[in-house]
């Protein structure tokens, strides 16, 4: 099960990735129906930003997603953003990061198989996908793919990330790494969401998780930091990411070095170090409400 889950780490979705009205002609005569085969560079743990040479790695929120399924907690269609919504929003800010929603929305329904909730969702990403200006990147010819595969999670994952990598290709190719960024933090944001909604139930593994985010927010604000826009929402949206960061703060980790054990004649090293979390429940609390306040402005 993990190695089949693994696959999806595919959709880093939203987040990372983004679209481009650049297609490929050979795709066009791709048979809708036939099997797909994952390719392996799809299979990571991070996205790799390049924003004037520096780099930052944000992790996937499909990583998140997917820690919640193996987690036992139950899907909950609460904790997505309307598809509805879409339609409200009008700014280039409320666009890109909704972008980024609706994609880790798109992949957490994957993640659960909920086939029909899927489909739906691509109607909101490819509304904003186009709004963004890479609307080619969820062609009719990628529609009839997901459809057909629908019940394929393999296959529809990899299409999605097809037309995300593309799109992330091809903002920052044309100067449009403001959006891309935006896409970025609007999908790590409603991953962190989906998380606080599950630790709030006393899900320990989840909770952890969470504490993990803090040196990711760290590099998600120093990137927003980098991008040059201006703007009431955005200026508002960076500003609770540092309020965000402050709780943060208040979580500490403790890393315990023990020596890795070797099995010679298995080939086999053991790494027994820990790294441990401490989050007190104020502080989870905390943070759940600063997310919650992000999110809202974010979808509001």
Request: glycine content about 4%; some cysteine; overall charge negative.
């Amino acid at each position: 099960m993990k190695d089949h889950l693994k696959q999806i780490m595919i959709l880093t979705v939203v987040v990372a990735t983004v679209l481009t009205s650049c297609e490929d002609p050979e795709k066009d005569n791709i048979d809708p129906v036939a099997p797909v085969k994952i390719p392996t560079d799809i299979i990571e743990n991070s996205k790799q930003f390049d924003l004037n040479g520096q780099i930052f790695s944000i992790p996937s929120p499909v990583q998140t997603a997917i820690l919640i399924k193996e987690s036992g907690a139950e899907f909950n269609e609460a904790y997505l953003n309307p598809k509805e919504k879409a339609d409200v929003y009008s700014t280039m800010f409320q666009k890109a990061t909704n972008l980024g929603v609706y994609g880790a929305d798109l992949g957490y329904a994957t993640i659960y198989e909920n086939t029909n909730i899927s489909l739906d969702y691509l109607t909101p990403v490819r509304k904003l996908a186009s709004e963004v200006g890479v609307e080619n990147a969820f062609n009719e010819t990628l529609i009839e793919r997901f459809s057909a595969n629908s019940t394929n999670q393999d296959s529809i994952l990899v299409f999605i990330s097809e037309a995300y990598q593309a799109a992330d290709n091809y903002l920052k190719e044309n100067d449009k790494s403001y959006q891309a960024g935006l896409i970025l933090a609007g999908g790590w944001i409603e991953a962190l969401h989906f998380s606080c909604k599950v630790a709030e139930l006393g899900n320990e593994d989840v909770r952890y998780r969470i504490g993990e985010q803090k040196s990711t927010l760290k590099s998600l604000i120093s990137l927003l930091h980098s991008l040059d826009v201006n703007g009431d929402d955005y200026e508002e949206f960076v500003i609770g990411m540092e309020d965000l960061y402050a709780n943060f703060e208040q979580v500490t980790s403790e890393y315990t070095y023990q020596e890795p054990v070797t099995y010679a004649d298995k080939k086999l090293t053991v790494f027994n170090s820990t790294n441990t979390v401490n989050m007190p429940d104020d502080v989870l609390s905390n943070i759940s409400m600063h997310v919650s306040d992000l999110r809202e402005l974010i979808i509001k």
